[in-house]
């Protein structure tokens, strides 16, 4: 769904991700190779929901994780490291300095297929590339360091449309791991929803209804944890990192977007992008 919204996005000429597209169709999944023929029908959801609409809201949270890479970048760090990578192309579309090691992290098969089908279009990586196969539930700490992760030195970590895909436990224990694997200058970004109520009550039906007009079957209820969970902004501040929030409004603004105001939206209204840089 990321990837084939990401490839609207690229179609629009509003970010570069030649990568997203091939990846999708190479998945295979109906409604998101639809979406790319041009039969999904957007305007029966809602007037205003063009293709272009639909790709402006992973436009600015593209655009959010790209310039936290970025800012590292100029700043000398040479180590990234992209969780729960998925279809994430950006260990071969950003343009990484010299030097510079991206690391992903996501299960073996995930991995696989996606090396594999990049390979296979003959896409290269722009920096030093390396695949630590692993499940986040695992001891990815240890696989990231078996694969050379060097901790003295500054990393630049991404968890993007992550965190309400764990439970609230595993979202500190998370934050704590990376902590500790980083080095005074490390940045981070991520987002944060502090509502997740809103998949699985009464306005979630909204949601629901949408993804069937779209002739998909899939429950996000099924996918997300509830619970009462840290704030990541007080969380990461209380363990000497400096944190900058932009909430989604903010964030569609500074992109030149004005944010829909249709039910689902109103939905995700709260959603803050956060990063934050490690003081040590």
Do not use: C
């Amino acid at each position: 769904m990321v990837a084939a919204q990401r490839a609207l996005g690229h179609r629009e000429k509003l970010i570069e991700d030649p990568y997203a597209e091939p990846l999708v169709r190479a998945v295979g999944v109906d409604l998101f190779t639809r979406m790319l023929d041009g039969d999904v029908d957007f305007t029966a959801i809602d007037p205003a929901y063009t293709p272009r609409r639909a790709a402006e809201g992973m436009v600015v949270r593209t655009r959010f994780f790209d310039q936290m890479f970025l800012d590292g970048a100029a700043d000398g760090v040479r180590q990234a490291v992209i969780l729960a990578a998925g279809l994430d192309a950006r260990g071969y579309r950003l343009p990484w300095p010299d030097g510079t090691v991206v690391y992903e992290v996501d299960q073996p098969e995930v991995i696989a297929f996606k090396t594999t089908t990049l390979g296979d279009i003959g896409a290269e990586p722009t920096a030093t590339h390396r695949t630590v196969a692993v499940d986040l539930r695992d001891d990815w700490p240890k696989a990231l360091q078996d694969n050379g992760f060097d901790s003295t030195q500054p990393t630049s970590w991404s968890a993007e449309g992550l965190l309400i895909y764990l439970p609230p436990e595993a979202q500190d224990k998370l934050f704590d791991h990376i902590t500790a694997l980083s080095a005074p200058g490390s940045r981070l970004a991520t987002e944060h929803v502090p509502d997740l109520a809103a998949f699985t009550d009464d306005r979630s039906q909204v949601l629901r209804d949408r993804i069937k007009q779209l002739g998909s079957d899939l429950e996000m209820a099924d996918l997300v944890y509830q619970g009462e969970r840290s704030d990541p902004v007080d969380y990461l501040t209380e363990r000497g990192w400096d944190v900058t929030v932009a909430p989604i409004r903010e964030a569609h603004a500074a992109n030149d977007f004005e944010y829909p105001d249709d039910e689902m939206s109103q939905m995700m209204s709260d959603l803050r992008y956060v990063s934050a840089v490690f003081r040590g």
